[in-house]
Structures are given as C-alpha cells and as structure tokens.
C-alpha cells in the first residue's frame, strides 16, 4: 500500500508556472507508475502526465511542450513542473500509482490549480 500526498497548487496568472509534487509513502515505490490527474468542474478526470517506474514520461497533447514530469526514486517523490500556464489548465490535480505487480490503484487528496488574470 502506499499513500499519496500533493503539494504545491495555488493561482497564477496567464503564462505562469508551477510545481506539483507528489510524495508517496508506503512499501515498494519502485513498483508504481506514478501520474498527475486531473478534474475541471464538470468535467471527467483526464491524465495530464505519467512516469513509469523506469522513468519514461507520457504527455496527454493538451499540455506536450509545456509540463514536465519527474520522479526521484531515492525520495520518492515525482514533480510536475507547469510551464506556460493558460485558463484551460485550471482544475484540481491528483496524483495517482499503479503498482504494475499487483494492479492496486491509488489517489491522493488533489490540490487547486487555478490559472486567472
């Protein structure tokens, strides 16, 4: 089992950037793909970015070019650096594991991004 925990939302204007972090405690980090999710108001949760445990990310198209993923398996933890934040990006962002041994899923609690002038 592992638990997740988001941090580093908040506002920013048009053009900005930020960085999520996701912090995973728990056993067997090295088994989880790790990925950033994410949910506008009425909207269904879409995958923004993905990491697998050999570091090899995957970009949904909305955001190729300007997000970055990263993982740090020593401190387990994975970074999601936002660059040329635009309004569309404004949602809650959740990180996310697969253990791709077992199939267990996990979420964290998300945290705010919200993108406004």
């Known amino acids: 089992q592992v638990q997740l925990m988001e941090s580093g939302g908040g506002s920013v204007q048009p053009g900005g950037s930020l960085s999520l972090s996701c912090a995973a405690a728990?056993?067997?980090?090295?088994?989880?793909?790790i990925g950033w999710y994410r949910q506008a108001p009425g909207t269904e949760r879409e995958l923004v970015a993905q990491?697998?445990?050999?570091?090899?990310?995957t970009y949904a198209d909305s955001v190729k070019g300007r997000f970055t993923i990263s993982r740090d398996n020593v401190r387990n933890t994975v970074l999601l650096q936002m660059n040329s934040l635009q309004p569309e990006d404004t949602a809650v962002y959740y990180c996310?594991?697969?253990?791709?041994?077992?199939?267990?899923?996990?979420w964290g609690q998300g945290t705010q991004v919200t993108v406004s002038s």
């Open positions: 728990g056993r067997n980090y090295h088994n989880y793909h």
């Open positions: 996310h594991a697969l253990n791709w041994v077992t199939g267990a899923t996990y």
């Open positions: 990491i697998t445990t050999g570091k090899s990310p």
